[in-house]
């Protein structure tokens, strides 16, 4: 019985417990942070300066041009997100990994010239505001300036995929285009 302990006692102090590798995923970086809340000020703004205008009739409020931009550029966008989830339900249309769509080609597209001349204006147009979200990013938030306008688009690009729906199609980092599970 004495022995048997002894044998316990070795073999509990010889072993070697390791913790497990634990990986938190979900989690956003500083800089995805900082994008997303600079990407919430600027929506915020768009809302804020059109409920002014439309309560303020005739009362010119001063807005610079490069603010006019970005908020045509976030109106443009709500008006165009319909159009462009049945693009991407029916395949036409994908998140690229630089945060911007990019035409994918379909049956649909390929048999139909009108429908093609509606996406490929959709998603210019789209484009367009989109560089112009993220330039203005950029100026307005030294950090996310400070980051480069390669990273800055990485951060849109997955911010835009997290967004899109079940099935629609996203480009990886390695350029691999996958649906979205």
């Known amino acids: 019985m004495k022995n048997a302990f002894i044998i316990v006692s070795i073999l509990l102090v010889s072993c070697s417990v390791k913790a497990p590798e634990v990986k938190i995923t979900g989690e956003k970086t500083a800089l995805e942070n900082q994008v997303i809340g600079t990407y919430r000020e600027i929506e915020q703004d768009s809302w804020t300066i059109a409920s002014v205008r439309s309560s303020s009739e005739g009362s010119a409020q001063q807005i610079s041009e490069e603010k006019k931009k970005v908020l045509t550029a976030v109106q443009s966008r709500k008006f165009n997100q319909d159009d462009i989830n049945e693009f991407?339900?029916?395949?036409?249309?994908?998140?690229?990994?630089?945060?911007?769509?990019?035409?994918?080609?379909?049956?649909?597209l390929r048999g139909d010239?009108?429908?093609?001349?509606?996406v490929t204006t959709i998603v210019q147009e789209e484009n367009k505001d989109r560089e112009t979200i993220m330039l203005r990013s950029m100026q307005i938030n030294e950090i996310i300036e400070d980051?480069?306008?390669?990273?800055?688009?990485?951060?849109?690009?997955?911010?835009?995929?997290d967004e899109s729906e079940v099935n629609s199609w996203i480009q990886l980092d390695d350029g691999t285009w996958v649906q979205k599970q």
């Open 88 to 108: 991407k339900r029916d395949g036409s249309v994908g998140e690229n990994n630089m945060g911007y769509l990019e035409i994918r080609e379909t049956d649909k």
């Open 113 to 118: 010239a009108e429908y093609r001349t509606r």
């Open 147 to 161: 980051a480069g306008q390669d990273a800055v688009k990485r951060v849109f690009a997955k911010i835009y995929q």
